[in-house]
């Protein structure tokens, strides 16, 4: 099954929680804190895999989470940092934020990319004495690791790309002039997936050929299959036109021309601006008044016409010598610029922005809802003076009191959090 278009969602390894600890020896008295930092989490890497041709792996999987790292330990024993988590993809998939439509990689290159960082390990209590705090009994918790919901498109990586209706003889033209063995019939559609094909000029000269299914009228708004393969023809740097000439199929070929530039065009203005040339296939059908008819009509485009018989090899090879003539002039294929994140996106990764909640219920009680603040709270301790201070801080520089103040708070009033309520104070 050829799957090209995946929502998955990944997620970075949190990092490890600092340990609190202090240290404990016979004979050697008021040893001093010595809890070691957390480890850090696994980042979610992608690769590509020349082995992999669809997207169908991600049909039975879609979460990926990476590893956490370890919690550090006493006796300042540092965690150990979690395992990278790489995400294997075909070459020429486009990573996108699901969420915003963002450009986060493209997968064209043999360079791994890194999606999702993953978060820092927190501080031990050994890194908070100081000559005034020596007994420190709170650490940081690890970082969270970077989360994402995250579309793949597969794009292939085509020189040339083989456009027009169902039946005009693609298929046996790409069979012909590379190794490439697509399924051929006489009916509608018997192309149900693009082919690649490597089309050999001479010793070390080449280009890559794409066999994209039939389009029809109205493809490009979801009408056919070809609707589900123009994104392969996206990164073409030259674009074969194949007409069926000699209208054995009761087709006007002229009419067909525009239909398909038609959607081309619909589909993406770039896309109807690419070079294009035109096979007018099956001439050795057609009469000579058709094929002098359909030459004046391209030409009058300014359009290169070659005639050619895909079925007895006709005029294939001057095709393809005049297709990689053009492709020299051309600029390389086309790969997706990464777009930086939004300061609203920076914002939200940081834990800052519109991370929490804050509601009043019936029972007057302020109620603060927070993911990120959950995992800090498990390394407060509520009992400690110094600990107290490092939590007020954090609500404090994420805006949280701010927002109770601007909802009313009054002294006295009652705050919770995840369960532990506390009365706010001035």
Known sequence: MFVDKAVIKIKAGDGGDGAVSFHREKYVAAGGPDGGDGGKGGDIVFAVDDSLSTLIDFRYKRKFNAERGQNGSSRNCTGRNAPDLVIKVPRGTVVRDAATGRVMADMSSDEPKVLAKGGKGGKGNARFATPTRQIPKFSKPGFMGEEFEVSLELKLLADVGLVGFPNVGKSTLISVVSAAKPKIANYHFTTLTPVLGVVKISEGHSFVMADIPGL??????????????????????????????????????????????????????????????????????????????????????????????????????????????????????????????????????????????????????????????EHIMRTVDMEDYASLQYFQRVLRNSGIIDKLEEMGIEEGDTVNIFGFEFDFVF
């Open 216 to 373: 029809i009228e109205g493809a490009s708004e979801g009408v056919g299959l070809g609707h589900e393969f123009l994104r392969h023809v996206d990164r073409c740097r030259l674009i074969i036109h194949v007409v069926d000439v000699s209208g054995s199929e009761g087709r006007d070929p002229k009419e067909d021309f525009e239909i398909i530039n038609r959607e081309l065009k619909n589909f993406s203005e770039d896309l109807a601006q690419r070079p294009q040339i035109i096979a007018a296939n099956k001439c050795d059908m057609a009469t000579p008044e058709q094929i002098a008819e359909f030459k004046e009509f391209a030409e009058s485009k300014g359009l290169a016409v070659y005639e050619i018989s895909a079925a007895t090899t006709q005029g294939t090879a001057e095709l393809i010598n005049a297709a990689y003539k053009e492709l020299e002039k051309l600029p390389p294929i086309k790969e997706y610029e990464v777009e930086a994140p939004t300061p609203a996106e920076l914002d939200e990764q940081a834990g800052m922005g519109e991370r929490f909640e804050i509601t009043r219920g019936d029972d007057a009680v302020f109620y603060v809802t927070a993911p990120w603040l």
